[in-house]
């Protein structure tokens, strides 16, 4: 069975600075999907950004890029230039691309704090 | 706003008691799954339907059951409830099972057991 960790419960960025947001993943897979979600206080799930393990280059959205290292099972999400906005709670998250099951496999999630 | 829709988004409801959450997917989505977060187990799946047929199985509890209609709005039911399943249960579609369609994911139905 796949796993997700994400070692930072809490991390906390000014505004207009950047973050990295840490997870690390399990799988036996070679062929997979990774995920970062926004949660922001009104709970809605957000997909931020996505990353086929077959691409080597990092996926990128305005703001927002990863840092895939299929090797080290690392998948970390840089937010540039934070914003007030950006404050939530974010979940890395993996999905196979084999088998009939398409579900969605969580980390516990960082809460990120933006300040003045 | 996702296109996926969910009712109640709020509901308060006593121990033993048996309730029903409501998904809509978006237009021309054929599969549902169902997700649960609580404060002890983080974002577990539950159950994915596609076309009206279960497809697969997480870490449901065998007092709840799942069904999606041929209108291909989809039901969770709850039973016998306890304090524990106390959540948010998300309700995600996308157009087909595949991997490579992206999950989007309702608002969710806040349950509360007292």
């Known amino acids: 069975a796949q796993t997700v960790t994400q070692s930072q419960p809490e991390m906390s960025v000014q505004e207009a600075e950047t973050v990295t947001l840490s997870c690390t993943y399990d799988?036996?897979?070679?062929?997979?999907?990774l995920f970062w979600y926004k949660q922001p206080p009104s709970r809605q799930m957000i997909l931020v950004i996505r990353q086929e393990a077959y691409k080597q280059q990092n996926a990128t959205e305005n703001r927002f890029s990863v840092n895939f290292q299929k090797a080290a099972k690392s998948f970390s999400l840089k937010i540039s230039d934070s914003q007030l906005g950006d404050a939530a709670m974010y979940f890395c998250?993996?999905?196979?691309?084999?088998?009939?099951?398409?579900?969605?496999?969580f980390g516990t999630g960082t809460r990120l704090q933006v300040t003045l | 706003d996702s296109g996926v829709t969910q009712t109640p988004k709020h509901l308060i409801t006593a121990t033993g008691q048996r309730v029903t959450l409501r998904c809509s997917p978006r237009s021309g989505d054929l599969s549902v799954y169902w997700y649960q977060q609580s404060l002890d187990q983080g974002l577990q799946f539950l159950i994915q339907y596609y076309n009206g047929e279960e497809r697969a199985k997480g870490n449901i509890l065998e007092r709840f059951s799942a069904q999606q209609f041929p209108d291909l709005h989809s039901e969770l039911n709850l039973s016998s409830l306890e304090l524990g399943d106390s959540a948010l249960y998300f309700c995600?579609?996308?157009?087909?099972?595949?991997?490579?369609?992206?999950?989007?994911f309702g608002p969710g139905t806040r349950l509360t057991v007292l």
């Open positions: 799988t036996s897979e070679s062929d997979y999907y």
């Open positions: 998250a993996y999905r196979s691309r084999t088998g009939t099951a398409s579900k969605l496999t």
């Open positions: 995600a579609s996308s157009v087909s099972p595949r991997p490579t369609d992206t999950q989007y």
